[in-house]
């Protein structure tokens, strides 16, 4: 896997993560609804695994990279 984050995007990411992780694990009862705290909590850890691995899937197939090459 070629990185294909920039360190300011696995930051914002990360922030992302940690906040909806954290979010979807702690909210009390402001949601109802089980299946929302899930997708939250699986999207914060996407974040999550995106930061550490500087990697995005979804870049991938989109052919985006917004890491900075060195020639």
């Known amino acids: ?18 906040v909806l992780t954290g979010f979807a694990l702690f909210n009390g009862d402001y949601l109802d609804e089980p299946v929302l705290e899930v997708l939250i909590g699986v999207f914060g ?14 870049y991938h197939f989109a052919g985006i990279s917004t890491c900075k090459n060195k020639h």
Request: glycine residues 10%; hydrophobic residues 50%.
């Open 1 to 18: 896997m070629k990185k294909n984050l920039h360190p300011l995007d696995r930051a914002i990411r990360g922030v992302v993560g940690i």
């Open 45 to 58: 850890v996407l974040n999550l695994i995106s930061l550490l691995s500087g990697w995005c899937p979804v």
